[in-house]
T-cell receptor
Framework: QKEVEQNSGPLSVPEGAIASLNCTYS??????FFWYRQYSGKSPELIMF????GDKEDGRFTAQLNKASQYVSLLIRDSQPSDSATYLC???????????????FGQGTTLQVKP | EAGVAQSPRYKIIEKRQSVAFWCNPI?????LYWYQQILGQGPKLLIQ????????DSQLPKDRFSAERLKGVDSTLKIQPAKLEDSAVYLC???????????????FGSGTRLTVV
């Protein structure tokens, strides 16, 4: 089982629709979760983080976390063609008692927003 | 603040040759990471430094890859000898704290695209 799993897509939505991106993770001890956006040929860009169960909203983006189900999602409202990119889910995996962690990434979901 | 600087942006080498990448993190960031991103995949952590010490190199193919972070600032990643499967984008990232804790995340550099032919 992969540590962080995403559907690679592509996920295609019409302009103005809600895009829903999903991610599951295997480490029950994970405490913090990140969504990165990566345009083709560019490096990942942090768009949101979440560490409490429930929803976190930032503009058109909403991150949702359910630790019991080990599930993270990202909703993009009023999708725009400029949102077309690969969305990477990342989970912070802590290392034992050393209080250091590492970000493990899923393979990313490609989102296509059609005008 | 200046971002994470990486060079070169692109590199094409023949298999069995050697190559080196350079990274300068954001000033004051204690933690530096090297990730490998193969086309169509998510970034994979190769090595993590805390200041100039190695925290995690469990995914680094040590028979051909090496990395160092002298004086806890700049870092270099070297591949010798390169294989075709090393073709990827090598991303450097830094954070002020360990572990990518909330509100810090990681800041990535623009990456080095390596093609091995």
């Amino acid at each position: 089982q992969k540590e962080v799993e995403q559907n690679s897509g592509p996920l295609s939505v019409p302009e103005g629709a809600i895009a829903s991106l999903n991610c599951t993770y295997s480490d029950r001890g994970s405490q913090s979760f990140f969504w990165y956006r990566q345009y083709s040929g560019k490096s990942p860009e942090l768009i949101m983080f979440i560490y409490s169960n429930g929803d976190k909203e930032d503009g058109r983006f909403t991150a949702q976390l359910n630790k019991a189900s080990q599930y993270v999602s990202l909703l993009i409202r009023d999708s725009q063609p400029s949102d077309s990119a690969t969305y990477l889910c990342a989970v912070n995996i802590m290392r034992g008692s050393s209080n250091t962690g590492k970000l493990i990434f899923g393979q990313g979901t490609t989102l296509q927003v059609k005008p | 603040e200046a971002g994470v600087a990486q060079s070169p942006r692109y590199k094409i080498i023949e298999k069995r040759q050697s190559v080196a990448f350079w990274c300068n993190p954001i000033s004051g960031h204690a933690t530096l990471y090297w990730y490998q991103q193969i086309l169509g995949q998510g970034p994979k952590l190769l090595i993590q430094f805390q200041n100039n010490g190695v925290v995690d190199d469990s995914q680094l193919p040590k028979d051909r890859f090496s990395a160092e972070r002298l004086k806890g600032v700049d870092s270099t990643l070297k591949i010798q000898p390169a294989k075709l499967e090393d073709s990827a984008v090598y991303l450097c990232a830094s954070s002020p704290k360990t572990g990518g804790q909330p509100q810090y995340g990681y800041t990535f550099g623009s990456g080095t695209r390596l093609t091995v032919v």
